[in-house]
């Protein structure tokens, strides 16, 4: 049984900092491509980062490009988003996203919420 489980969300003020983690169990976990996505109330759901395997390529939407950093620590099958000089814009539901690089299988958390505001 796959599950992606996200923690780490919370209220910050804006300028501040969050880290988001999505702890893996049931695939194999170093092969996955891991993605960050985030939705807001009446918006459609958007990537925010990914690592892109194989390979482990990078990629960030644009509105977060210099102020989030996506890692992986396969040692530990988890991923991270931390989020720096954060923006009542980032406010949203921020999901992680496991998906096979090589196929259709594609997982998701059940989410956690980030709120920006003073």
């Known amino acids: 049984q796959v599950q992606l489980v996200e923690s780490g969300g919370g209220l910050v003020q804006p300028g501040g900092s969050l880290r988001l983690s999505c702890a893996a169990s049931?695939?194999?976990?170093?092969?996955?491509?891991m993605s960050w996505y985030r939705q807001a109330p009446g918006k459609e759901r958007e990537l925010v980062a990914a690592i892109i395997n194989p390979g482990s390529r990078t990629n960030y939407a644009d509105s977060v490009k210099g102020r989030f950093t996506i890692s992986r620590d396969n040692a530990v099958n988890t991923v991270y988003l931390r989020m720096n000089s954060l923006k009542p814009e980032d406010t949203a539901v921020y999901y992680c996203?496991?998906?096979?690089?090589?196929?259709?299988?594609?997982?998701w958390g059940q989410g956690t919420q980030v709120t920006v505001s003073s």
């Open positions: 996203n496991a998906r096979w690089p090589y196929g259709l299988d594609d997982y």
């Open positions: 049931g695939i194999t976990f170093s092969r996955y491509s």
